[in-house]
């Protein structure tokens, strides 16, 4: 199917603005050569006229004054006189021949005479008819004073010359200079705009296979450097949307995971209750212990769901306030006695008594929490997690550092990520829901506080913090 002209194309709107700008310069061209030619011509042959009057009125009295007037009579094709008051030649005293040049016309000096008296720096100029040649000319008149007090007259007298023939010339060239421009400017400017448009055309295209869902689509470069940068863009978010994909689907196939899991025990245990232990005090205590514990375990998914939503979405409001982190610090890991009691966890504080920072206790307290509670996840064999507080002055850096396997340097950017797992394996977690540190690196951001993570293979990993003491 043929493709309608898109009148608002790039490629369009490029081929029409260089037509118009091609027959611009053919219409002031046009203008400039024929139109203001003569305008044009009558300007300069004054402009010039009136140039060699200015000049030799400064030379007369010079001893070769004689010389330049005929110099200057036979190169630029003017008549240049001396007149005294009857409108006689007395300079030059010899020309072609003669021994003065023909008398003025009386009217045509007087109107002369009358033209010098009335200004004021005894100098005009101005455009007559020659009655003798019937032709226009530019007359130049200045007042030439001498020590006698009598007054000479500077005549210069110049044709100008009929630019008709020239126009008609300029016309049929012109005519012919425009066809050819614009033939060209029609064939180049379309080849121009195809050029120039067809790698923004190519970009669309690429991104209309990107907007389907398409993420190993490659954006091609083209000539010119914005388009270049246009395209590493995009490539570059080609590769982020791929990613977010990914991680989307991991989320999806992850919270479904952790969704399943205690909905099926809660199912299960009820269904025991119905069926098994309903007449049995003690088993139906433990069943209803199991619904409770895996309910609170989808509560906490929720509010932490809901939690890292608001602080992506900038929704919740940074309260600063001076705290204690340390007695904040061991509030939390009295919610961890469970742990230290039930499954032999240890937790190792190392702080002074007291330390205060400046931030949101309450968020603060859920970073700490989270980041105690990544750490049980993933400790080692002894169950064993470091807390470092330390006061450097300015800003207080708190540590939470495991016993565990470790995280390869490749993934340490990762794991603030949504449900990013090391080596991409879920697993139910012994506390927590999977969504801590993207909570942790959200409430760190908002405080503008420096954060970061420190792992060697085998050997453990260490979460930090800082905060503000001022």
Known sequence: MKKRLDIKSLKFKLWKYFVLFAATIMIILWLLQIVFLNTYYKSMKANEIKKIGDNLVLEYGNDNFEDTIYKISFSRGIIIQILNNDGIPIFPMNVFGENRPPRIDPMAMEMFIDKLVNDEQGKTLYTTEDPRLRRPTIVYGAILKEKNGENLYLYI????????????????????????????????????????????????????????????????????????????????????????????????????????????????????????????????????????????????????????????????????????????????????????????????????????????????????????????????????????????????????????????????????????????SHKRAVIGTGLGLSIVKSILIAHDSNFGVDSSINQGTTFWFQLKTK
């Not at 246009?230 to 990613?243: C, D, F, Q, R």
């Not at 209750?273 to 375990?297: A, F, L, Y």
């Open 157 to 424: 007298n110049g044709l100008l010359d009929p630019v008709d023939s020239t126009t008609s010339v300029l016309k049929n060239q012109l005519i012919i200079v425009t066809i050819i421009s614009l033939i060209l400017a029609i064939g180049l400017s379309f080849i121009i705009a195809t050029k120039i448009s067809r790698p923004i055309t190519q970009v669309t295209e690429a991104a209309s296979v990107l907007a389907k869902g398409d993420y190993n689509v490659i954006f091609e470069k083209g000539d010119y450097t914005e388009i270049d940068n246009l395209v590493a863009t995009l490539n570059y978010t080609t590769i982020e949307l791929s990613k977010t994909e990914e991680l989307r689907r991991d989320l999806i196939a992850n919270v479904s995971h952790d969704l399943r899991t205690p909905l099926t025990l809660i199912k299960s245990y009820a269904e025991m209750i119905r069926d098994i232990s309903g007449n049995n005090p003690e088993k139906r205590q433990s069943h209803v212990n199991v619904i409770i514990e895996e309910s609170d375990r989808l509560t906490g998914l929720v509010n932490d769901i809901l939690d890292l939503s608001k602080m992506q979405s900038g929704l919740s409001q940074i309260d600063y306030i001076e705290f204690d982190i340390v007695k904040t610090t061991k509030d939390i890991l009295k919610r961890f006695l469970i742990l230290t009691e039930r499954d032999g966890f240890t937790f190792e504080l190392n702080c002074d008594d007291e330390i205060k920072v400046f931030g949101d206790e309450k968020k603060i307290e859920q970073v700490i929490y989270n980041l105690l509670s990544n750490a049980v996840n993933f400790t080692g064999v002894n169950k064993l997690v470091y807390i470092d507080i330390k006061n450097l002055g300015d800003y207080v850096q708190f540590e939470v550092k495991d016993t565990g396997k470790g995280i390869p340097k490749e993934e340490l950017n990762h794991i603030w990520d949504r449900y990013y797992m090391v080596g991409k």
